[in-house]
T-cell receptor, first 114, second 115 residues
Framework: AQSVTQLGSHVSVSEGALVLLRCNYSSSVPPYLFWYVQYPNQGLQLLLKYTSAATLVKGINGFEAEFKKSETSFHLTKPSAHMSDAAEYFCAVSEGSGYSTLTFGKGTMLLVSP | EPEVTQTPSHQVTQMGQEVILRCVPISNHLYFYWYRQILGQKVEFLVS????????KSEIFDDQFSVERPDGSNFTLKIRSTKLEDSAMYFC?????????????FGPGTRLTVL
């Protein structure tokens, strides 16, 4: 069975600082991995996804994530945080079944201070 | 930009009552999903729906739950007799196709509170 662990329910950074949100997964087959973002009162929006091509994946809004099989990790990073990045971030895994069932982590709230 | 919409944004109900949560998926999408998130816990898959039938469902989706696409635009989740533990945020999603390459677009969610 697949599962996702996100370390830290809240992460605080200063504007301009590096953002690092951690995600570790377990999967019995090669996984597909996703990061979603949720802004207040909005739905989950796909930031980026890994589907067994390049291990470094670039997404929207300057975010990127690196798939590391040896560490079973898919951490999300952004070199320089912006106030508008404040949101909740969810890591998810799919084992590529026909209907793409997503298994999510608990989410990490990113707080950005001026 | 097309988006998935959900109504109501917040629903309060008494234990044992029936509730219907409504979703309008993106118009050309063919696959529909419901997820839920109990406060402080993970977002969990409930059910997927295609061609007017359930494609896949989780253990959570028991006989108390049902889904329907009554009119070609709405996609509903019904809980027949709500329990306190059904209190959660319910997310609807839709995708153009199946498989991991087809992005699921999520609605803003309905917060269900069962008293």
């Amino acid at each position: 069975a697949q599962s996702v662990t996100q370390l830290g329910s809240h992460v605080s950074v200063s504007e301009g600082a590096l953002v690092l949100l951690r995600c570790n997964y377990s999967s019995s087959v090669p996984p597909y991995l996703f990061w979603y973002v949720q802004y207040p009162n909005q739905g989950l929006q796909l930031l980026l996804k890994y589907t067994s091509a390049a291990t470094l994946v670039k997404g929207i809004n300057g975010f990127e994530a690196e798939f590391k099989k040896s560490e079973t990790s898919f951490h999300l990073t952004k070199p320089s945080a912006h106030m508008s990045d404040a949101a909740e971030y969810f890591c998810a895994v799919s084992e590529g079944s026909g209907y793409s069932t997503l298994t999510f982590g608990k989410g990490t709230m990113l707080l950005v201070s001026p | 930009e097309p988006e998935v919409t959900q109504t109501p944004s917040h629903q309060v109900t008494q234990m044992g009552q029936e509730v219907i949560l409504r979703c309008v998926p993106i118009s050309n999408h063919l696959y529909f999903y419901w997820y839920r998130q109990i406060l402080g816990q993970k977002v969990e898959f409930l059910v997927s729906f295609y061609n007017n039938e359930i494609s896949e469902k989780s253990e959570i989706f028991d006989d108390q739950f049902s889904v329907e696409r009554p009119d070609g635009s709405n996609f509903t989740l019904k809980i027949r007799s709500t329990k306190l533990e059904d209190s959660a945020m319910y997310f609807c999603a839709s995708s153009e196709g199946s498989g991991t390459y087809n992005e699921q677009f999520f609605g803003p969610g309905t917060r269900l509170t069962v008293l």
